[in-house]
């Protein structure tokens, strides 16, 4: 416990949050719709090979994580693939590849996991940022491979998917938050949900350290402190009984 101002002052601590990660934690939106669905319609899939595509934060780790836990799946980073490994990770005959980045992977261990899953009739789901597809791959078998994955998009998040992001965000912090500070952080931050992860983190921190509630106030400093523009701060008390 640190001392400021002669009020004593607590050091923030490095602990991640725990995010619910079940599905009826998952926050619906049109632009995820494709994407629900198909992990609802399990193990009713088009093909037994399938890609989620989109930005980051978008969704796809509790997608991959509702599917899991229905399919006994493993989770592996996509990073993490080897080819001398590829049995093993398809041992419970359904597997999550997350993260799938050009130029992150070993080209022969994921040809050797598309084949195998195939021949073994395995479920097999990969995330990934941009389609497949696109990628630039030497393996010219691999590339065919992967334009025969059938691709469900996430679409970015609209303003009322993000404002349902915070709320989730802080919930997840257990944090109470009024819905005016919520639609104050919504109408000044980057507008992903990587950007809401991004403030609700330093807010977390900084309500900690300070020993407060987040308020409008407390937003607007910490908006400041990360480069984004608070706008006019807030001059009427809000519902904690600070004056913002």
Known sequence: MAERDGRPRQLPLDLPACPALRRE???????????????????????????????EG?????????????SGARILDARALTREGVPEALATGALV?????????????LFHLLNLAREQQ???????????????????????????VPVFEIAPADDALLAAVLVKLFADRQLSVDEATVQYLLMRMQRTVAGAKRIVDALDTAALAARRPV??????????????????????????????
């Open 58 to 70: 978008a969704g796809k780790s509790h997608l991959s994580a509702i599917f899991a836990e229905r």
């Open 215 to 244: 308020t409008r106030t407390l937003a607007a400093q910490v908006l400041k402190e990360l480069g984004e523009d608070p706008g006019e701060a807030p001059s009427f008390p809000d519902v904690h009984g600070e004056e913002d």
């Open 25 to 55: 934690d998952f926050l619906a939106a049109p632009g995820n719709a494709a994407a629900l669905t198909l992990i609802d319609a399990f193990p009713e899939w088009p093909a037994r090979v399938v890609c989620i595509v989109g930005p």
């Open 97 to 109: 590849l997350e993260d799938l980045e050009a130029g992150t992977f070993s080209e022969a261990a």
């Open 122 to 148: 395995a479920y097999l789901l990969m995330t990934a940022r941009t389609p497949p597809s696109s990628f630039s791959l030497a393996t010219a078998d691999l590339a065919s491979r992967l334009r025969a």
